[in-house]
C-alpha cells in the first residue's frame, strides 16, 4: 500500500491503567480492501477502531488514512498532538458504524443522514437531501425516511446509521459489531448492505463475530488476541488453514458456540 491511500497503523499501543489493551499493532489497509478483525473478547478489536478514529488518544504509534496522520502531526522529530480542526478533518476521512446505532430519537431517518453533511461539510440542504434518499434507497429504506428512530426495527435503524455514515463520504469505513445488537432475524439485511458495499469497492475494517460474512465478504482476516494481531492473510486461509495454533482454537470454539466470540 502506499501513502497516498487506505490505511496505515503503525506500532499502536493504547492501556488504561494498568491494563495494556493494545500492544503494538501494525496493519496496512489498501483501498478497496475489505479486512474483518475477529477474535474473542476483550482482545482489543473495539479499542482498535477507536484508537484509528481517534475517539481514543494513543499511547504510541500513527494511524494514517489517505496518507495524514490522524490526531497528530510531526515536530522537531516528535508526534505531537494536532489542534482539534486538524484531528476533526483527518476524521472525516473514516466513517464509524457502532454496535448502538446511536441515532438522534428527535430527528427522522433523513434528517439523521442530512445532518452532517450540511452542519459540518457546509454542503447544500437541497443536494445532500436528495443524495441522502438515494443512500435511503440504496440500504432498502426508501419509504422510510420521515420515520423517528423508535419507528423502525433494529435492523432498519443500523442501516440508517450506514447510511449516515456514507453520506460523508469517507474513505474508509469502519464497522464495530454492527449486528452485535441485533436479533438474529435482524442480522442478515445489515449484513447484506456491507456486502453490496464490499461488492462496490468500499474499504473497510469490519471487526465481527459474524464468521461466514468474514469467509464471504473478506480480502484480509485478522485474528487478534492480547492486544497483539496473531495472525492476518487471505481470508480462506486463516479461515480454513489458520497457521497459529490459538487462531485454529478460536475457530474451533466459534463453529462449536456460534452464539459466543
Given at each position: 500500500m502506499t501513502a497516498e491511500g487506505g490505511l496505515r497503523l503503525r506500532g499502536l499501543r493504547k492501556s488504561f491503567g494498568a491494563m495494556a489493551v493494545l500492544r503494538g499493532v501494525d496493519l496496512d489497509v489498501a483501498p478497496g480492501e475489505v479486512v474483518c478483525v475477529i477474535g474473542p473478547s476483550g482482545s482489543g478489536k473495539s479499542t482498535l477502531l477507536r484508537c484509528v478514529n481517534h475517539l481514543e488518544p494513543l499511547d504510541a504509534g500513527f494511524v494514517q488514512v489517505d496518507g495524514l496522520l490522524v490526531g497528530y502531526?510531526?515536530?522537531?522529530?516528535r508526534l505531537h498532538e494536532s489542534s482539534e480542526r486538524d484531528t476533526a478533518r483527518a476524521r472525516l476521512r473514516m466513517g464509524m458504524v457502532f454496535q448502538q446505532f446511536n441515532l438522534?430519537?428527535?430527528?427522522?431517518?433523513?434528517?439523521?443522514?442530512?445532518?452532517?453533511?450540511?452542519?459540518?461539510?457546509?454542503?447544500?440542504?437541497?443536494?445532500?437531501?436528495?443524495?441522502?434518499?438515494?443512500?435511503?434507497?440504496?440500504?432498502g429504506l426508501a419509504g422510510?425516511?420521515?420515520?423517528?428512530?423508535?419507528?423502525?426495527?433494529?435492523?432498519?435503524?443500523?442501516?440508517?446509521?450506514?447510511?449516515?455514515?456514507?453520506a460523508m463520504r469517507p474513505s474508509v469505513l469502519l464497522f464495530d459489531e454492527p449486528t452485535s445488537a441485533l436479533d438474529p432475524e435482524l442480522v442478515g439485511e445489515v449484513l447484506a448492505v456491507m456486502r453490496d458495499l464490499a461488492d462496490q469497492g468500499m474499504t473497510m475494517v469490519v471487526v465481527t463475530h459474524e464468521i461466514g460474512f468474514a469467509a464471504d465478504v473478506a480480502d484480509t482476516v485478522v485474528f487478534m488476541d492480547e492486544g497483539v494481531i496473531v495472525e492476518s492473510g487471505p481470508a480462506d486461509r486463516v479461515l480454513r488453514h489458520p497457521d497459529s495454533a490459538r487462531t485454529a482454537a478460536f475457530l474451533a470454539h466459534v463453529r462449536r458456540h456460534p452464539e459466543a466470540d
Open positions: 502531526e510531526p515536530r522537531d522529530g438522534f430519537s428527535h430527528l427522522s431517518a433523513l434528517r439523521n443522514i442530512t445532518l452532517g453533511p450540511v452542519k459540518v461539510l457546509g454542503r447544500d440542504p437541497a443536494e445532500v437531501e436528495a443524495e441522502a434518499r438515494e443512500l435511503l434507497a440504496r440500504v422510510h425516511a420521515d420515520k423517528l428512530p423508535g419507528q423502525l426495527s433494529g435492523g432498519q435503524q443500523q442501516r440508517v446509521a450506514i447510511a449516515r455514515a456514507l
